[in-house]
């Protein structure tokens, strides 16, 4: 027998909700709907719930489990599971209420538009099938939108589910409607690219990816998108290389004034790419980069011609550069073994985008580098309570999230918690910050929702973005609490005696 908690809601007749416990004899490899089932007919409980084809294929019984999105009759049921209705208006427990939704798809209407000049192609050809194929696959279970954190906070931004349907529109040359004015309209540059919305897709439609990009790059040509800043970032990295303005000197040009071992003979060849933030607004990052490499022995390489990755052109849709942008550091990086990376962003724009331009260089983020090899010999305790965000970029833009915690694990005298949802988005991302900062500051004040009551001394994450906006969302919440990369951590592990 395993025990399953059900969250119970009548609005018509409960004041509030509740959670029901329930003993199930689980069969091996039963289904949370089978789980529901068994409960209904041994307890005559009556939970309302949705289902139709059984089979992953309707998308009528998507649930919360234990926090997560899935389809009842896809996910296994396990003891201890609490089960939930998606983050909508609740008609009866887990039955959400979705003519919101629906009147939506009706508004914009969401199917084929025809011009009246006859010119529209009747049918598809392959190629242009090809295309939007994932895009077509979605089984409006409506996950994307019951977790999509910009969703939450603003009415703006009409969502990911949306953000679909006018890409699916806007790659169908049957279709002749204003799909990427109306998408732009319902908030396109809304969307922080956390990603969370391809995480929980049960048809694994990358919805970031395939729609939102694309109807953000097919904006700019138009000249419909993007918004004002975006461009001034835009006009910054063309001049400098850089896509922020910066502070000081700068990390590069102080290295460069001491070059590390650039003559020496290393093997393997490790070159850092320090992505604009690190050289430009967090150059003790760089820093501490060079002084944990130096305690494990290990010499890096910063090369100096090196620019933006791209990451904010790529995007906020303005792609017109980054051709350009990823020759010249693949040339400045081409003869390196590692290239390391400290940047979610930067990370997951190389490995993820640029293969796509050709350029497949070897990519190791800095807590997959250290993880397993850390030497811990010399490190002395940290007597630091903290927790961890995870990058969007980091998390799900590269896989990563256990390298991390297996660091802080090492270091003596930490004190680590989790917070409750360590990868949710704190709303720097995707151009969110520099486009939308309302909004931006809107998804940062439910990160420190999260954070606040840990009492905590620091936040760690592996992002210069989230850190900057992590502890600028802090500080207005009046919150004396550190956010601090990871390096910095093991720096100070290093120093303190
Ligand atoms: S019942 Fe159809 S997707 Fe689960």
């Not at 990911?160 to 004015?181: H, N, S, T, V």
């Not at 660091?407 to 409750?420: A, N, P």
Request: glycine share 6%; charged share 30%.
């Amino acid at each position: 027998m395993i025990k399953v908690k059900v969250l119970r809601y009548h609005p018509q007749k409960d004041d509030e909700s509740r959670l029901e416990t329930f003993k199930v004899d689980k069969k091996e490899k039963m289904k949370v709907l089978d789980a529901l089932n068994y409960i209904n007919e041994n307890y005559d409980a009556k939970i309302s719930y949705r289902c139709s084809c059984r089979a992953g294929q309707c998308g009528s019984c998507a649930v919360k489990v234990n926090g997560q999105t899935v389809l009842a009759c896809k996910a296994e049921i396990m003891d201890g599971d609490i089960i939930k209705p998606l983050d909508f208006d609740v008609m009866k427990d887990l039955i959400v209420d979705r003519t919101i939704t629906d009147g939506r798809v009706k508004e914009l209407e969401l199917f084929i538009d025809e011009c009246d000049t006859y010119q529209c192609p009747v049918n598809l050809k392959p190629e242009d099938y090809e295309n939007s194929k994932k895009l077509r696959s979605c089984i409006e279970c409506l996950s994307c939108l019951s977790v999509c954190p910009p969703l939450k906070e603003t009415s703006e931004f009409a969502g990911p589910y949306f953000m679909r349907y006018f890409g699916k529109f806007a790659l169908d040359p049957r279709d002749c409607d204003e799909r990427i004015q109306n998408s732009f309209d319902e908030g396109l540059y809304c969307c922080t690219s956390c990603s969370k919305c391809v995480e929980v897709c049960p048809k694994e439609i990358n919805t970031f990816g395939g729609a939102i990009e694309k109807l953000r790059e097919l904006s700019c040509r138009k000249g419909i998108g993007p918004l004002p800043p975006h461009k001034l970032v835009r006009e910054l990295i063309e001049k400098t290389g850089r896509s922020v303005e910066p502070l000081g000197e700068g990390f590069i040009k102080a290295i460069s004034q001491k070059p590390p071992s650039e003559s020496a003979e290393l093997k393997p060849k490790i070159a850092f790419f320090t992505g604009c933030m690190i050289d430009y607004r967090l150059p003790e990052v760089g820093f501490a980069l060079l002084d944990v490499l130096k305690n494990q022995g290990i010499d890096v390489i910063v090369p100096v011609d090196q620019v933006c990755c791209g990451s904010p052109m790529i995007r906020t849709g303005q792609t017109e550069i980054v051709e350009d942008i990823v020759k010249k550091n693949a040339e400045v990086f081409k003869d390196y073994d590692i290239i390391l990376t400290v940047c979610a962003g930067c990370g997951a724009t190389l490995k993820n985008d640029y293969p796509k331009y050709g350029v497949n260089l070897n990519v190791v983020e800095i807590s997959e580098f250290l993880a397993d090899n850390l030497n811990i010999d010399n490190m002395n305790p940290v007597d630091l309570k903290v927790t961890y965000h995870d990058p969007c970029h980091l998390s799900r833009g590269q896989g990563i999230r256990k390298e991390p915690r297996k660091i802080l694990e090492k270091i003596k005298g930490l004190e680590f918690v989790e917070m409750e949802e360590p990868d949710r988005c704190c709303g720097s991302g995707g151009g969110v910050r520099s486009g939308k900062p309302d909004l931006a500051a809107k998804i940062g004040k439910r990160k420190v929702d999260m954070i606040k009551d840990l009492d905590v001394n620091a936040v760690i994450t592996i992002c210069p973005f989230c850190e900057y906006h992590i502890r600028d969302s802090l500080k207005k919440e009046g919150l004396d609490i550190d956010v601090l990369n990871i390096l910095k951590l093991l720096q100070l592990s290093y120093k303190s005696t």
